[in-house]
């Protein structure tokens, strides 16, 4: 038995739906494809556009880098991120104008140093951020707050009484400092020493107003600093002077026989020696003679 055939109609409406269908397939595909080659068109346009902005930051930093910019250079550099193109070319141009950079602050503070402002010096080469070079910046840190201890001790000991010119020289020591443990304990100890000769200078004064010559002298010689020590230097060589002058010396046995010799009884009492009686007694047997003849 024969299978019944479709009629004409159906199966030419079969077949166009078929080719319709196939068609529109084919524009999909071509749509998307389309679609896909426009999208990675445009992705690559724009990273060409990316990459030309770094590219001219490149251009920038290599001009900074040369005018001795480094701080903006080292910024501009930092702009390029880890996926461009450019971004190994940025680290090679940071770490110079870096290296740059920290030399220049390095030759700054030195100059500051050697001009005396000590200070100064070591709040510049603070400011270096550089790791290569921290050894360095803490050895130069360390050797100038040693000078400025070294300054401060010398204003102390100045027989002129410097005083605060040394607790301030000392007090810019900051807590960050290796050295401002060491400062503190020298301003305690420069204040100790000082009251304390402040006060022996007064006693001294005191013992030499009160005539108490060996308690002053004793004072005098505890006294460390020389300041104090030029405050009672007068004192002392008066002192001496008191000491070394002659002292009157109790009368000789001669010269208690003496006819300048007066007892405390009076004229009565006056006794002559024999030596000085005989002249008398001749010069008055001669008076006596001459008056007879008259």
């Not at 068109?41 to 251009?59: G, S, Y």
């Not at 026989?257 to 024999?274: F, H, K, W």
Request: net charge neutral.
């Amino acid at each position: 038995m024969r299978t019944p055939m479709p009629p004409p109609s159906d199966h030419l409406r079969s077949v166009r739906i078929g080719l319709a269908m196939v068609l529109t397939g084919s524009v999909f595909l071509a749509t998307g494809s389309l679609a896909v080659r426009f999208y990675w068109l445009v992705k690559v346009d724009q990273q060409q556009r990316v990459e030309q902005h770094h590219q001219a930051i490149l251009a920038r930093v290599e001009y900074l880098k040369a005018a001795g910019d480094h701080q903006r250079c080292i910024r501009e550099t930092q702009q390029i991120p880890v996926e461009s193109l450019f971004h190994s070319r940025a680290i090679v141009l940071q770490d110079q104008c870096q290296r740059a950079l920290t030399t220049a602050v390095i030759n700054r503070a030195q100059g500051q140093a050697n001009a005396g402002q000590l200070k100064d010096a070591i709040s510049e080469v603070q400011t270096i951020s550089d790791s290569a070079v921290a050894a360095q910046v803490q050895q130069l840190v360390w050797q100038w707050s040693n000078q400025i201890l070294q300054v401060a001790e010398g204003y102390y000991r100045d027989s002129n009484g410097r005083f605060e010119d040394a607790l301030k020289t000392a007090g810019a020591i900051t807590p960050d400092n290796p050295l401002y443990s060491e400062a503190q304990n020298k301003i305690r100890g420069w204040q100790q020493e000082w009251l304390n000769n402040q006060s022996r200078q007064q006693i001294v004064e005191a013992a030499f107003k009160a005539h108490q010559y060996e308690t002053a002298l004793l004072q005098a010689q505890q006294i460390s600093h020389p300041y104090w020590s030029r405050q009672v230097a007068p004192i002392v060589q008066a002192i001496y002077r008191e000491q070394a002058a002659p002292q009157p010396s109790p009368p000789s046995r001669s010269e208690s026989d003496s006819i300048d010799t007066i007892p405390a009884g009076g004229m009565d009492d006056v006794r002559l020696p024999i030596y000085l009686l005989l002249p008398l007694m001749a010069g008055a047997m001669v008076l006596l003679a001459g008056a007879r003849r008259d």
